[in-house]
Nanobody, 125 residues
């Protein structure tokens, strides 16, 4: 497992943008595929998107395609989630996660074995 710490959440108006960061410590993220998940109150944790080890492949849930972008800087041990055109439905706690399996693209919670503590994103209408 690798310790992960998210930052960058906050309150934003509909249509606004945020960039979340996830920094790993103790282990290089180049050893992992990285993902972002979110969980709204009363709902299950859901897959937002993921990026492959070298950053060559990205995968997203349909509702964020074209609005969200995941990137990674392995040299800085950091993964980013750029969120544009935010909507109230995007309001949730966002979690960064690391996966050692090639099934990471399926977006299943159980395929990710390291998790951050989460950062709150609130989109006002």
């Amino acid at each position: 497992q690798v310790p992960l710490v998210e930052s960058g959440g906050g309150l934003v108006q509909t249509g606004g943008s945020l960039r979340l960061s996830c920094v790993a410590s103790g282990s290089s993220i180049s050893n992992y595929a990285m993902g972002w998940f979110r969980q709204a109150p009363g709902k299950e944790r859901e897959f937002v998107g993921a990026i492959s080890w070298g950053g060559g492949r990205e995968y997203y849930r349909d509702s964020v395609k074209g609005r969200f972008t995941i990137s990674r800087d392995n040299a800085k041990n950091t993964v980013f989630l750029r969120m544009n055109s935010l909507k109230p439905d995007d309001t949730a706690v966002y979690y960064c996660a690391a996966s050692s399996t090639s099934d990471f693209k399926l977006g299943r919670v159980d395929d990710f074995n390291s998790w951050g503590q989460g950062t709150q994103v609130t989109v006002s209408s």
